[in-house]
């Protein structure tokens, strides 16, 4: 099976660029004989209501998105990110990190460091020096990642070549990262194209190493650009009427439709008027 898919996380209203992304991912999908999925990614437990989610996939369905198979959700599936992980430290791929944030952010303010990195501070602990840390504290466990970049293959931007560090896999705390997550949800469910927000484009290298790492097929990419505010700020609730609670379903084809450059009110009409793959690299700026 091959599929794309969207996969929304249930910690708030879907927005406009929020359902113009996940009409792009049904399009990419439909126009290339995929099947389409929607899996609610509730990992974050703090954020994530099942109110929001119901609400999600009610504004999924009033837009005419329809989808494949029941709506998995991440909640669930702890048992398999535990097995996925079991596999990479078995293969000697994981390692134990005890650093707090504040060190890692004290570490790589080292020359040349790239923001946001991991200065590789636990990588080579002894087994002594570890079991002295564990009674400290818990650790957070982290991938031995091969490869310091990995390159995506993106249907809008071509190759794209990106660093890649040691990605947390599991947190100190024991919830399964992300990333984890998203790459085994993805392998597991025959996801091979991801139609997403161009925020999510920084992320794709550790995730398709990830994946390549785990046995699984390396998926081709869509970052899709991100709805902005006429400020140029990320299109937020505040920004005005850009929910379906304040506007029609018809009005947000309309502002949709003409963002894409075209008159279809409806996915199957998308479906005969747009190839995605020529849409605009351009953010969005909608007027709320
Ligand atoms: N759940 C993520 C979000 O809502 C998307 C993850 C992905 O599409 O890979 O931003």
């Not at 099976?1 to 049904?26: Q, V």
């Not at 650009?225 to 299109?235: I, K, Q, V, W």
């Not at 439709?257 to 190839?275: I, K, T």
Request: net charge negative; aromatic share 6%.
């Amino acid at each position: 099976m091959s599929a794309g898919r969207f996969a929304p996380s249930p910690s708030g209203d879907l927005h406009l660029g929020n359902l113009r992304t996940a009409i792009l991912a049904w399009l990419f999908a439909r126009a290339s004989g995929r099947d389409f999925l929607v899996r609610v990614e509730d990992l974050d437990r703090q954020r994530s209501r099942p109110r929001f989610e119901a609400q999600q996939l009610r504004d999924l369905a009033t837009m005419g998105l329809t989808w494949d198979g029941p709506v998995v959700r991440q909640s669930e599936r702890d048992h398999l990110y535990a097995a996925a992980l079991e596999r990479l430290t078995a293969a000697g791929r994981t390692f134990e990190c005890f650093c707090t944030r504040r060190e890692i952010a004290e570490a790589v303010r080292a020359p040349h460091a790239p923001p946001g990195s991991y200065p590789g501070t636990c990588r080579d602990l002894t087994e002594a020096e570890r079991a002295a840390r564990r009674t400290e504290r818990t650790p957070a466990i982290r991938l031995r990642a091969p490869a310091r970049e990995w390159t995506i293959r993106d249907l809008l931007r071509g190759e794209v070549t990106g660093p890649v560090d040691d990605v947390v896999l599991r947190r100190g705390d024991g919830a399964h990262a992300y990333h984890l997550a998203v790459v085994v949800d993805d392998g597991d469910q025959g996801v091979d194209q991801i139609v997403r927000g161009d925020d999510l484009l920084d992320s794709a290298p550790a995730q398709a190493q990830l994946a390549h790492l785990l046995g699984l097929p390396e998926p081709t990419y869509a970052h899709v650009p991100l709805a902005l505010s006429p400020e140029g700020r990320r299109l937020a609730k505040r920004d005005g009427a850009v929910t379906l609670r304040d506007l029609s379903p018809e009005r947000a084809w309309e502002l949709i439709g003409a963002s894409l450059g075209v008159r279809a009110r409806s996915p199957a009409a998308l479906l005969d008027e747009l190839d995605p793959t020529g849409i605009s690299l351009e953010p969005w700026v909608v007027h709320g």
